[in-house]
């Protein structure tokens, strides 16, 4: 587990743990993903910014933070994660016998990418933003003929596809509804982040006390003593992660409607 701590400036960069108060979000270790998703819209709105420019920009912002992140792997720095791979991950590298650890992070590919969210540090940082990067790089290079006009409106056929084949046409709407879709998660994210979680705790603890059975050697962290019960299958988590996609789809598009009504500075907007 990352570092813990129980003091005033702790609480701004670890994980805080008091008998009153938990907390697994550092502000500052967050705060920096907001002040990049800031910069980043000031780029993308300033005058001069093109759709070549901003396209080439985040491609190349992306590239230099996926190298960050290989280097903090390599050269061992901006990991809170040391320490907390299980093994075999952390066996002795050193031939068998000598006690030497070498880099945990170059055993294995689940090692290598192995990170710390609560909190996040540099890799995670590094990691997320390029891959986020990456993907609206990708996203820039659909046409703008197959993107939706507003995520308040039914998706509509793309133009300039009449005379194409059936095929073309299906996967033309298919893209197109695919992009509405993620568009109405986009514009409600921190309204989805907050009410999804009484979707999954409330789905999760109903299954875990259906089909639940003790996982052996682990505690319940929030009843310690107790045996930790759950179902371990991916299959399961994968259900469960759908469901909770399909009930929040529906109300994402009712409060990006609703946020839509509102003015651009209401505190609506912010969620």
């Known amino acids: 587990m990352p570092t813990t701590g129980t003091s005033f400036l702790d609480f701004w960069f670890h994980v805080f743990v008091t008998p009153h108060v938990i907390s697994a979000f550092p502000p500052m270790g967050w705060l920096s993903f907001a002040i990049a998703g800031l910069l980043y819209a000031r780029l993308v709105l300033h005058p001069s910014a093109t759709a070549a420019r901003i396209r080439s920009g985040t491609f190349v912002a992306a590239l230099l933070l996926a190298l960050l992140f290989v280097l903090t792997r390599v050269l061992r720095f901006g990991n809170l994660s040391e320490g907390c791979l299980p093994p075999p991950h952390t066996r002795d590298q050193g031939g068998e016998g000598t006690g030497r650890i070498g880099n945990q992070y170059l055993v294995s590919p689940q090692a290598f990418f192995y990170l710390t969210k609560y909190p996040p540090d540099v890799a995670f940082f590094a990691y997320t933003l390029a891959v986020n990067l990456l993907f609206l790089t990708a996203l820039d290079l659909v046409p703008r003929r197959f993107l939706p006009a507003t995520t308040t409106t039914k998706p509509t056929p793309p133009t300039g596809t009449g005379g194409g084949s059936a095929t073309q046409r299906i996967a033309s709407r298919f893209l197109t509804a695919l992009l509405s879709i993620l568009l109405t998660f986009g514009n409600s994210a ?60 529906p109300c994402c598009r009712w409060y990006a409607r609703f946020k839509g009504t509102k003015g651009v500075d209401s505190v609506w907007r912010f969620f």
């Not at 875990?208 to 930790?228: A, D, K, V, W, Y």
Request: avoid cysteine; aromatic fraction near 20%; hydrophobic fraction near 55%.
């Open 190 to 249: 921190l309204f989805f982040y907050m009410a999804h979680q009484f979707v999954v705790f409330g789905a999760g603890s109903l299954l875990t006390s259906l089909f639940g059975r003790e996982i052996p050697g682990e505690t319940n962290p929030l009843h310690p003593g107790e045996p930790l019960r759950g179902i371990q299958s991916v299959w399961a988590f994968w259900g469960l992660w759908a469901f909770v996609m399909v009930v929040m789809y």
